[in-house]
């Protein structure tokens, strides 16, 4: 749960350090020797960090900023956003597109579960979920 909650503080601070979309996602593993730097559908599998270019015809300036690793043990981790979001933009004033949360929980320990809130301003909560 820390390196989640490491990720959505840096993607926030660059968004406002850089004055620029940056985008929060979890990480793609196909590609050539099966890693491509590019956003993915599991959040188990890593997360990164991305700023965004600011047109779209010059897309080649997307900048990744930061990789996290696939979290270690047997977890569940699943994000829930407005409107069926799969990552999260901060822009440039550190607001986010839309509010969502991710469920963190244990195999181990399935009636535990923690729970990491988003709100529009890019603020983060914790609750314990059972």
Not at 47 to 71: E, I, S, W
Not at 81 to 98: Q, S, V
Request: overall charge positive; some cysteine; proline content about 4%.
């Amino acid at each position: 749960m820390w390196e989640l909650t490491q990720a959505v503080q840096f993607a926030r601070s660059q968004a406002l350090t850089r004055g620029q979309v940056i985008r929060l996602c979890p990480e793609s593993h196909t590609g050539p020797a099966g890693r491509q730097i590019g956003c993915g559908q599991d959040w188990r599998q890593g997360f990164l960090v991305k700023a965004l270019a600011m047109d779209a015809q010059d897309a080649t300036k997307n900048q990744v900023l930061r990789v996290f690793a696939p979290l270690a043990g047997p977890v569940h981790l699943s994000f829930r956003g407005l409107r069926g979001a799969e990552a999260i933009d901060f822009n440039a004033l550190g607001d986010t597109n839309n509010n969502g949360s991710f469920r963190y929980q244990y195999d181990a320990a399935p009636k535990i579960a923690r729970r990491l809130v988003i709100n529009r301003t890019g603020r983060l909560r914790v609750e314990l979920t059972a």
